[in-house]
């Protein structure tokens, strides 16, 4: 099992950054994949971006260029540093964990993006 804890969510400006943050409550380099999906209103949860054990990173088309995710192993945390955000970035962003074809939630931080 694994618990995730995230934070760092609030209001930004389009064009302005914000980092959110994803402690797990086991090391991060045992947990298959990790990383972030967001929802917003009237949506389904989509993927933002992933990171494997090994270090494969994975971002939907949306993202690209503007979010990068990374990790601190001897944290156990995982970051999403997003820029040159959107008013359509605006959701709840969930951090996610597969491990052993399990998958677990965080409980999810809000970001609003205003134009």
């Known amino acids: 099992q694994v618990q995730l804890v995230e934070s760092g969510g609030g209001f930004v400006q389009a064009g302005g950054s914000l980092r959110l943050s994803c402690a797990a409550s086991?090391?991060?380099?045992?947990?298959?994949?990790v990383g972030w999906y967001r929802q917003a209103p009237g949506k389904q949860r989509e993927l933002v971006a992933t990171v494997t054990s090994g270090g494969t990173t994975n971002y939907a088309d949306s993202v690209k260029g503007r979010f990068t995710i990374s990790r601190d192993n001897a944290k156990n945390t995982v970051y999403l540093q997003m820029t040159s955000q959107k008013p359509e970035d605006t959701a709840v962003y969930y951090c996610?964990?597969?491990?052993?074809?399990?998958?677990?939630w965080g409980q999810g931080t809000q970001v609003t993006v205003s134009s």
């Open positions: 996610y964990a597969n491990l052993f074809l399990y998958v677990y």
């Open positions: 086991r090391s991060i380099l045992s947990i298959n994949i």
